[in-house]
């Protein structure tokens, strides 16, 4: 079975800093790209950070230059590091995989964290 645990939020001050922690079970996580998404209450679930598996990373436009993801494979974890946080960034924020299987490529979704921004 697999599954994704997010860690990591809560209630931060503008311009504080957070670091969120997915761990994943039950694929080969080294092989996976993983990602992080975020939805804020009325709004489409949007793409945040990726990063595949051979550690290529790509970030949306707005958090360009403030998140940073990683991973590391011995720990089967990506990680989410959220600096220079805005009142904008408050979202529940979701850990991805994309998992190659032999019956192709399955996306898993964590159970979400919230991230809560305050000015």
């Known amino acids: 079975q697999v599954q994704l645990v997010e860690s990591g939020g809560t209630s931060v001050q503008a311009g504080g800093s957070l670091r969120l922690s997915c761990t994943t079970s039950?694929?080969?996580?080294?092989?996976?790209?993983m990602g992080w998404y975020r939805q804020a209450p009325g709004k489409r679930r949007e793409l945040v950070a990726s990063?595949?598996?051979?550690?290529?990373?790509a970030y949306a436009d707005s958090v360009k230059g403030r998140f940073t993801i990683s991973r590391d494979n011995a720990k089967n974890t990506v990680y989410l590091q959220m600096n220079s946080l805005k009142a904008e960034d408050t979202a529940v924020y979701y850990c991805?995989?994309?998992?190659?299987?032999?019956?192709?490529?399955?996306?898993?979704w964590g159970q979400g964290t919230q991230v809560t921004v305050s000015s």
């Open positions: 991805n995989a994309n998992s190659p299987t032999i019956w192709g490529r399955r996306q898993y």
């Open positions: 990063v595949t598996s051979g550690n290529s990373t």
């Open positions: 039950g694929t080969i996580f080294s092989r996976n790209d």
